[in-house]
């Protein structure tokens, strides 16, 4: 792990890390899928030199290793990079690849284009997930184990992910969401309900629209609470409460959200932390979509889809609103 050491005025810096992974667990002898299952990771990371260290370590420590991960520099100006280029010199799975920095966090797709920068160098076309990682989590050894367990279990399970956690106030609390809603930190998709997707939307609510749409072709989506994830950057904290906000309503726009559906979630935040702001950020980002007249998703089967779902939300019918 990278650690800085104060020695008077000198920062000390040095790597504690073993080049070698830790040992396999005894269950994979039980459980013989756990053989046959490959998966690639996709980090786009962006300044995340406090954090990126503690996902790198959790993913050494993985008791089913990955068959390649790819590390998107997306323009950092701190030490992402290099801290990502040592591990690649140590592993020869990790695969690196640098974006030039174009100035600014760019939250209408930019995370998305360095996904696909780094799914270009996809070195094997014999997987059976692939998985969005952000940066900024740390996690259990078993973490990926448990999770593919699940998809063994559920032949059409499509997207999956653990549950992310904050400390807050001295404890670690779940972020919140329907159960059908993996957060984007953490997305594992299996192949083939990868490809029914045909792809992410590279816009604000990529990390809904692609589950609406895979239940809508028949697939599930699920997130798995039990299975923890330490988010040690608060989810939209890089951006802040309000613009934050502006975002959420902004990506619920673009996914096709019923107007009714939007009002009475933004009731519901502004008894939330943080209360009005939240809740008024929502709805002017929701609104602005449509007097600025941005783009929506591109297909309007899922649109319809997804307003029937969420009337049935709130009509108390069942719905994957849940």
Request: with cysteine; glycine share 10%.
């Amino acid at each position: 792990m990278y650690v800085e050491e104060n020695t008077g005025d000198a920062c000390k810096q040095e790597y504690l890390v073993s080049s070698t992974p830790s040992p396999v667990h005894a269950w994979r002898t039980q459980n013989p899928w756990a053989y046959m299952t490959t998966y690639i990771i996709i980090t786009p990371a962006r300044d995340e030199e406090d954090y990126l260290e503690r996902t790198i370590l959790s993913v050494l420590q993985q008791s089913i290793l990955p068959i390649q991960w790819i590390l998107v520099d997306d323009g950092s100006r701190d030490r992402t990079g290099e801290i990502m280029d040592h591990y690649a010199q140590l592993y020869p799975w990790i695969t690196v690849c640098h974006r030039n920095d174009r100035g600014f966090r760019n939250s209408a797709g930019g995370e998305i284009d360095a996904f696909y920068d780094g799914y270009s160098r996809i070195a094997c076309s014999d997987w059976n997930f692939v998985i969005k990682l952000d940066g900024d989590l740390s996690f259990s050894p078993d973490y990926f184990a448990k999770c593919f367990a699940e998809f063994a279990n559920d032949p059409r399970l499509g997207i999956g992910g653990g549950g992310i956690y904050h400390e807050l106030k001295g404890g670690i609390t779940l972020e919140k969401s329907p159960m059908f809603h993996v957060r984007g930190a953490t997305k594992i998709y299996r192949r083939e309900c990868w490809d029914d997707l045909g792809g992410l939307m590279r816009a604000p609510g990529w990390d809904t629209v692609d589950e609406l749409k895979a239940n809508m072709l028949g697939w599930t989506t699920r997130s798995f609470p039990d299975f923890r994830l330490l988010h040690h950057r608060y989810t939209g904290a890089a951006a802040g409460a309000w613009k934050n906000a502006i975002k959420d309503g902004r990506a619920n726009y673009i996914a096709g959200y019923h107007p009714l559906f939007m009002l009475v979630k933004c009731a519901a935040r502004s008894i939330k932390y943080p209360c009005l702001v939240g809740s008024a950020g929502l709805m002017r980002g929701f609104l602005s979509g449509y007097w600025e007249r941005v783009p929506q998703v591109q297909d309007r089967g899922l649109i319809r889809y997804t307003r029937n779902q969420q009337l049935r939300r709130l009509l108390l019918l069942d719905t994957i609103w849940k």
